[in-house]
């Protein structure tokens, strides 16, 4: 691509128009106004597996920092409930299913403000069929609420537009990434270039544009299923989450059914072709689960809908930047919870992208300190100086290395979602890791630094580049 292709230059480009997407843009031009920012989907806005999703919210996580990450998404679901009226979220009565054994994990996973309370027996489900199995209680929680996510991605970006630029039936088909900005290529012939930009591809982890930059997170693609069933709800029914098959069934009032998630095993499918409808094997998984809770209701369960999603290996949101330059922000692996999740991920790619100018920085100066110091080693050494040159080898790599555990404990603080803290220690920690490599830039830092580059940005700086204030 050439400089010439691109007319100017915007803040922010979001690859993918999904809720990730969506809820990023607006995270992002809530963050910094007056941002350039631009969302392009190869399909339209909502699609994807937003499009598909069941869109239920209940208050848990089984780690600390995916409780935390679902807190501040039911707290910001409700700001934008309030905000915008008509947004598509319906509060709706949970109970949770489990074996007596599993009480204890409940307490963990559920977060306090769910108010986790045993009750006797399950509420009815449809046509009153649904059974507590032997050994198992249940009890009724707080928070939950399901949403029509296409809707809510639609109507997040109809109030962004026309601040924020969409391309639709846009596809991305090249990304490359420099010093100083990342360009992309579209299918639509016009060329992008932005000083960030942000993965939000959903399950098109494997897109050849940024397959190279994707493949080291390690990420998988399964198949998600749900089976509707076709039951009218009644004005007060609610959602029965069965916790340890990872199942629920939802009423879905706005469709006037029933809907039947089960998790299906099926890894490493593609977003492309023949995954996006029923099989006779998944029809007869997840009447093989139901039959369990609700046998009665098996044979209202014939159709349903099916795609995929993202996932990681610890079962939590990955977000980091991917490339060379730590300019292109990876956003997703939601593990099929990308709806009740978005806003945190949203959260954590505004302060992602805010990182992303001071961290290029930082490694430029050090870049340059660094092949200075080389130089002057590599003096050394033909000098034939040979021990000093060995014995600063020798220091700059410890201090390098110090470095590097110093930025992994920061970011360890922000991964496990202490926000107050993890700045604090990003401030402490950036200090003397800036420090130890300027101090490793002065003698040779050229392969411990090279060796051990950590990934994500380590300066606290939440400003935007300097295009958007
Ligand atoms: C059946 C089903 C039920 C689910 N139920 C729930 C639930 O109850 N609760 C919950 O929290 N989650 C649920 N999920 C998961 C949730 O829907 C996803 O995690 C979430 O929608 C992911 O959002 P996203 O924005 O990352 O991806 P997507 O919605 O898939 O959006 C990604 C977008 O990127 C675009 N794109 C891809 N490649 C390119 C390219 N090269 N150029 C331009 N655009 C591109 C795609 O067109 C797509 O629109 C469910 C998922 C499914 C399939």
Redesign the pocket.
């Known amino acids: 691509m050439s400089p010439a292709d691109t007319t100017s230059v915007l803040d922010v480009v979001i ?9 990023a843009a607006r995270e992002l031009v809530a963050a910094f106004p007056g941002a350039a920012v631009a969302v ?18 209940f208050p848990r996580g089984s780690s600390a920092r995916v409780r935390g990450m679902a807190a501040l998404s039911e707290r910001r679901y409700g700001e934008l409930r309030e905000e915008i009226p008509g947004l598509p979220i319906h509060d709706v009565p949970t109970t949770v299913v489990a074996a007596e054994s599993n009480a204890g994990r409940l307490t963990e996973h559920y977060l306090p403000s769910a108010g986790l309370d045993r009750v006797r027996r399950v509420p009815a489900g449809p046509a009153g069929t649904v059974r507590l199995p032997a050994g198992s209680g249940a009890w009724s929680v707080r928070g939950g609420q ?1 949403a029509d ?1 296409h809707g809510v ?1 639609q109507l997040l970006a109809a109030r962004l537009r026309p601040g924020v630029r969409f391309f639709e039936g ?4 090249a990304i490359e990434s420099c010093p100083d900005r990342v360009r992309l290529r ?2 639509t012939g016009e060329v992008l270039a932005a000083r960030t930009a942000v993965l ?5 982890i494997e ?1 050849h ?2 397959r190279g930059w994707t493949a080291p997170l390690g990420l998988r693609v399964k ?4 089976l509707h069933v076709e039951q009218r709800p009644r004005p007060d029914d609610g959602v029965i989450v069965f916790e340890d098959e990872d199942a ?1 069934l ?1 009423p879905l009032h706005h469709r006037g059914h029933w809907l039947f ?1 089960y998790t299906c095993a099926q890894w490493d499918v593609s ?1 492309e072709g023949t995954h996006s409808h029923l099989s006779t094997v998944e029809i007869a998984e997840g009447r093989a689960v139901l039959e369990r809770f609700a046998p009665g209701l098996v044979r209202h369960c014939g159709t ?7 996932y990681s290996a610890e079962r939590a949101p990955v977000v980091r930047p991917v490339d060379e330059q730590g300019r292109v922000i990876f ?2 692996a ?9 806003p945190a ?1 949203a959260a954590e790619t505004v302060r992602a992208v805010g990182t992303v100018d001071a961290w290029t920085t930082a490694r430029a100066a050090g870049a340059a300190r660094t092949a200075r110091t080389v130089e002057a080693v590599e003096k050394a050494e033909i000098a034939g100086s040979v021990d000093s040159a060995e014995a600063a080898r020798t220091a700059c790599a410890v201090e390098a290395v110090e470095a590097v555990e110093a930025v992994e404990a920061a970011q360890s603080v922000w991964i496990a979602g202490s926000v107050d803290s993890a700045e604090a220690a990003r401030t402490a920690r950036a200090v003397e890791a800036v420090e130890a490599v300027e101090a490793a830039g002065e003698a040779r830092p050229a392969e411990p630094l090279r060796a051990s580059r950590p990934t994500h940005p380590t300066t606290p700086a939440p400003d935007l580049p300097r295009s958007a204030q």
């Open positions: 690859v993918g128009a999904g809720i990730i997407g969506c809820m392009i989907d190869r399909d339209q806005v909502g699609s994807g597996a937003s499009r598909r999703s069941a869109g239920l919210h399901y996510v991605a846009a596809r991305v088909v579209l299918s939000a591809p959903g399950p098109w897109d544009a940024w198949k998600v299923v749900a629920f939802l998630s977003p349903g809908r099916v795609f995929c999603d993202a956003a997703g939601a593990n099929g919870s990308g709806y009740r999740l978005a991920i």
